[in-house]
């Protein structure tokens, strides 16, 4: 038996969500892109209310994934951005990077480039926050386009290097929506540079560290010196709230965090609410920056 007909027999219904999506992401991989919208259109509507991260995640890939692959970056666009309030919601960081370098690849095919930085800057902090060298390889090749795009050639050749460096580490093989961005950009930078031009300023981006590619990639100017200490009285979190932000950062979900600490939920988003406020912003997203950035005491 078959895992759709089986989770039909036990009315797993996360489990039937899941079972339609990888089907569906099969049928579009043959062609077969009626039978892979009905498929992924059923799985989104049982995935509807699971509350189940897993469920939704793979329903999003596969919707994103059928537009791609049929060339529809509008419907693309439209499946990552309705996306990502759920993942934000969520706290799941690493779904929250997928949805984000997904949704900056498809603005980038449309064309819409005045809201691609801040899509790809955003993954970028969460990508060097997990240690994601996968995310980080990705999206600094979407900078790189989207600098091509914008005239910063310098910039996008450089990045172009400092991608192809952690790609040669890791061995990640790009898909061939990305492989025609990149072709692009290469030829924009090549008719304005010249090929012997784009060679030296990749080979400057492929001798940078990965931390100073990143830093580069987000043109942060003055890095946070090395070794500073926190004192109790310029922490503005106390015990329990640094407590409640390091898991957050981490992608728990209130419901993981109260099960960590032994608290109820309801406490927890207490906590996270007095976050927000005492560190003055608005995501989760945001805390997770604040906890890298911020140097923990002794």
Known sequence: M??????????????????????A???????????????AGEAAAVAV???????????TATLGFIAQVDQDLVAARRVYCESLPRARARGNLNSLIYVLGHYGFSLLGNGQLDEVR???????????????RDAVLYVLYGLACHDAMVGQLQRAARLLGAAEHL?????????????????????????????????????????MPRGEAIAYALEEKVPRPAGASVTTATMPLSKRELEVARLVAAGLSNKEIGS??????RTVETHVSKI?????????????????????PD
Do not use: C, H, Y
């Not at 209310?49 to 329903?59: E, F, Q």
């Open 2 to 23: 078959d895992a759709e007909a089986k989770a039909r027999e036990m009315g797993d219904r996360p489990l039937l969500a899941r079972a339609l999506a990888v089907s």
């Open 25 to 39: 992401r099969a049928r579009a991989m043959g062609g077969d892109f009626d039978g892979a919208r009905a498929q």
């Open 49 to 59: 209310g699971l509350d189940d991260p897993g469920a939704d995640a793979a329903v």
């Open 118 to 132: 801040p899509v790809f800057e955003e993954a970028l902090g969460i990508a060097r926050l997990l240690d994601n």
């Open 167 to 207: 790609q040669a580490e890791t061995g990640v093989q790009l898909i061939p929506q990305m492989e025609a961005l990149l072709s692009q950009a290469r030829q924009t930078i090549i008719a304005s540079l010249g090929a012997p031009r784009l060679e030296s300023e990749a080979q400057t981006g492929r001798l």
């Open 260 to 265: 960590r600490l032994f608290l109820s939920e």
């Open 276 to 296: 927000l406020n005492r560190l003055g912003i608005n995501s989760r997203v945001e805390i997770a920056s604040w906890v890298a950035q911020e140097p923990r």
